[in-house]
């Protein structure tokens, strides 16, 4: 028996173009059930990085794809394949890196190796919709002599930063800041320093701030005005707004506000000509407002969502959702006079008449940190198989 344990130093999460470093250890336990204890051998060990992608046969229409040749390797059990048995199409690959071969382990003795490769930048980002999924997995393939071939599968997110592509650095050394008190390889160099470069892209991007004023209104006439300070922002960032009903001509009595990402498959691969999009609410806030001068909400874009993309297959889009519900009389009638005493009550109508509209607002949604969505990634940073 050999424990294969993968160990992604950083945690789960990684920006397209970045570094993904695995630590695999291979052991042969020392079993205290066992009289005697013997050497394990195995043949070769052997690792790989691959995107699965997926879709929902009744909302995508995928052209053929001639699939015979990945199924006859699939076939052969002797055969370092990745994605075998996994569901949906492989459309990213990087070539396989050889571990070791011929490793034997007296008991007790384990051996590690490090696996490193960069994630491809022009891949798309991982991604759980409802029509489609972008998964990505690092699978470690190893064989015992004379016996099949086991998988050991480690999930892991990545987020795509678009600009990072385009990003020559420079070619002189000691233009780029470095510490001198560690050495570091040209590799880990270069990731650190994109790593840097897309939290200062991040910071500009998302931190011009300028008002934006918009005038909430039907067609009866005026509501109030929403402001915002910003229209983009990261993952994790909380999307703060205020209305001002003070200088409305028609009274509001309610009005509620959602975060949503809208997922629309490109028109060629639509399963129905015209189809529409799917909506999913991330946050909401909903708030009575009958004689209320201003009021605000604040909604938090989750660490765990994806952030707006587009591929030649879907494209994914976040919106603020607004819809309101306004008197359809006049304000002086929407209260009642309880009795004629000296204290003076007013309760509100039993019934009343109504109007209701909606309004969207586009807004951008950019990835953030890979370290901060690793604190609250599904996956695990180790994975582990006994072969």
């Known amino acids: 028996m050999i ?185 880990l160099k270069k990731d650190s320093r994109l790593a840097d470069l897309a939290t200062e892209l991040l910071m500009v991007a998302t931190s011009r701030r300028s008002l934006h004023l918009y005038n909430i209104s039907n067609t009866r006439g005026k509501v109030g005005t929403f402001c915002i300070f910003k229209t983009v922002y990261k993952i994790g960032e909380d999307v703060i707004g205020t209305f001002n009903f003070s200088e409305g001509d028609i009274p509001c009595l309610q009005f509620s506000v959602s975060l949503q990402t809208e997922e629309s498959i490109q028109e060629e691969f639509q399963r129905r000509r015209g189809q529409p999009g799917s909506f999913s609410t991330h946050a909401r806030h909903q708030e009575a407002c009958l004689h209320t001068a201003q009021s605000s909400f604040s909604l938090p874009i989750p660490l765990s969502s994806t952030p707006g993309f587009t591929t030649n297959i879907v494209s994914l889009k976040w919106r603020l959702h607004f819809e309101f519900v306004t008197s359809g009389e006049s304000a002086g009638t929407c209260l009642v006079r309880g009795n004629q005493s000296e204290a ?27 370290i901060l969505a690793s604190y609250v990634s599904q996956f695990s940073s180790t994975n582990s198989i006994t072969i």
């Not at 695999?24 to 013997?38: G, H, K, M």
């Not at 003076?344 to 890979?370: A, C, H, R, Y």
Request: with cysteine; glycine share 6%; net charge negative.
């Open 3 to 187: 424990e294969v344990l993968a160990k992604l130093g950083r945690g789960p999460v990684f920006l397209a173009g970045e570094v993904l470093e695995c630590v695999i250890t291979f052991t042969n336990p020392l079993s205290a059930s066992s009289t005697s204890a013997s050497s394990e051998m195995l043949a070769w060990a052997s690792a790989q990085i691959h995107c699965q992608f997926h879709t929902s046969e009744n909302r995508v229409a995928l052209p053929p794809s001639d699939g015979s040749k990945h199924d006859v390797q699939a076939e052969n059990e002797t055969v370092f394949v990745p994605n075998r048995g996994e569901r949906g199409q492989c459309i990213l690959s990087t070539p396989p890196k050889i571990l070791f071969c011929d490793l034997r382990l007296d008991p007790g003795e384990s051996k590690s190796y490090s696996y490193c490769e960069t994630l491809p930048i022009d891949g798309p980002p991982s991604f759980r919709g409802q029509s489609v999924k972008y998964v990505y997995k690092l699978t470690i393939g190893c064989q015992r002599v004379n016996s099949p071939i086991k998988l050991l599968r480690v999930p892991f997110r990545v987020l795509v930063l678009h600009g990072l592509k385009d990003y020559q650095f420079p070619q002189d050394e000691a233009v780029a800041p470095s510490n001198p008190f560690l050495e570091e390889e040209e590799g």
């Open 344 to 370: 003076v009550t007013w309760t509100g109508m039993e019934q009343i008449e109504v109007d209701t509209f909606s309004w969207d607002l586009p807004i951008k949604v950019l990835p953030t940190n890979p």
